[in-house]
């Protein structure tokens, strides 16, 4: 890593870190004073007359704690707005509240097991249309799109093969037919290593109880737009669906987002440690890390990112029972879903966090028997290497790889 950022990457985002901790937070806001803004947990707030109050009425409409939440947030992706909801698919929820039915869903095929849930199983049912695709191949991005598409779904790496999508790419051929928007799903990435509306996206979101709140304790989903039209739009669907974080959880996502800067480069240096280290493996069939040059679009992340998160996939050679014998003797990493805080976890997507996804789908995707998904934490690199090789030896105790 160089004090700039990665090697090779896109240079790191001038003045993250002190946004980070000042922006939305000053202290003149509050008659206190207060450095750090407090926990408003008010629901309701005194008017000088009727309809005469002094920016806040009630908690679902705005709060103090998370109006400085989301201000912070802003200023992390860039953006001009921030809006903070109950959760990642609160988010989605309130994002597709924009369509109509009838509208068209495009969406990218790998994507995090509840977003194609939540398409397949709820959406559809209320009249909108969703097809999968694979975004990374612009012609059948092209190909997809008709009068009737009013949304675009990417999420870049994706969950969980990693694939890497094209931001610029996508947003010129979608802007290309009028009133398409382009969302992009950046919960692996966060904001400190992609900034999906710099690239031409018009909605940036996020589950921010992974790596944006860093913490495994929060459950919570953002939403940035530059748009004022859009954020309007969206502004009124939060608080018409209600769908919105508690004061406590927007206190303790604020907090998280302070030390962003700094979870993500040790993540970034204790992912790319493991997947070099499994890549060597004779035990191990396949490793899928962006910061690896052997990925496919290696030089499609350097092009676009800042860096890598925690996140690497791989293969185990043999087959479920190998797979369940690894994961069941680790002892640094936690058998668990989930991902992006500053704990190491491991899980198995076709049983686990993917296992509502079609069969069929699931194995045209790769998320095989075999299929590993690994959030690598800021634990020491030695104690995970050595928790990795004692796990792999006992999945081949009996036998030799």
């Known amino acids: 890593m160089e004090r700039g950022g990665a090697r090779g990457f896109l240079p790191a985002f001038a003045h993250f870190a002190t946004q980070a901790i000042h922006a939305g937070q000053e202290p003149e806001q509050w008659r206190s004073g207060a450095v750090v803004p407090p926990i408003s947990l008010s629901t309701t707030f005194k008017q000088q007359g009727p309809g005469q109050h002094a920016g806040y009425e009630y908690s679902r409409s705005g709060n103090p704690t998370r109006n400085c939440l989301e201000k912070a947030v802003a200023a992390l992706d860039g953006a001009k707005y921030c809006l903070a909801y109950a959760s990642g698919l609160a988010a989605t929820l309130n994002i ?41 191949k612009m012609e059948c991005l092209e190909a997809a799109i008709t009068p009737e598409t009013k949304l675009v779904w990417i999420e870049t ?21 009028k009133d398409v928007l382009l969302v992009v799903d950046n919960t692996f990435m966060s904001a400190y290593f992609q900034r999906p509306l710099s690239l031409g996206a018009d909605i940036c979101m996020y589950s921010a109880t992974k790596y944006m709140n860093g913490h495994s304790d929060v459950v919570m989903g953002l939403v940035s737009v530059n748009c004022d039209d859009l954020y309007e739009r969206l502004k009124f669907l939060q ?19 302070k030390t962003l800067q ?132 006992a999945a081949f105790a009996d036998h030799k790889a």
């Open 262 to 393: 700094i979870r993500m480069k040790q993540h970034f240096h204790n992912a790319l440690v493991v997947a070099r280290f499994l890549e060597s493996d004779s035990r191990v069939e396949k490793v899928i890390f962006p910061g690896l040059p052997s990925h496919p679009q290696h030089e499609l992340v350097k092009r676009q990112c800042t860096g890598c998160p925690g996140m690497i996939t791989f293969y185990i050679k043999g087959n479920l029972k190998h797979a369940a014998a690894f994961l069941k003797n680790l002892k640094v990493f936690a058998l668990a879903e989930s991902l992006g805080g500053y704990e190491s976890l491991a899980e198995h997507p076709a049983i686990m966090t993917h296992s509502s996804v079609p069969a069929e789908d699931r194995e045209a995707l790769g998320i095989s028997d075999t299929l590993i998904r690994l959030s690598v934490g800021l634990e020491d690199e030695e104690d995970l290497l050595e928790d990795l090789d004692q796990a792999l030896k």
């Open 239 to 257: 608080n018409s669906l209600g769908a919105v974080p508690s004061p406590f959880d927007c206190y303790l996502c604020n907090r998280g987002l």
């Open 96 to 136: 597709t509240h924009l369509l109509k039915a009838g509208d068209t869903i495009i969406c990218m095929d790998d994507v995090y097991g509840g977003t194609n849930r939540y398409f397949r199983k709820v959406a559809m049912k209320l009249g909108l249309n969703v097809v999968f695709v694979d975004c990374t």
């Open 157 to 177: 790496p994706t969950n969980p093969t990693l694939k890497v999508i094209d931001i610029q790419a996508c947003a010129d051929v979608v802007h290309k037919h």
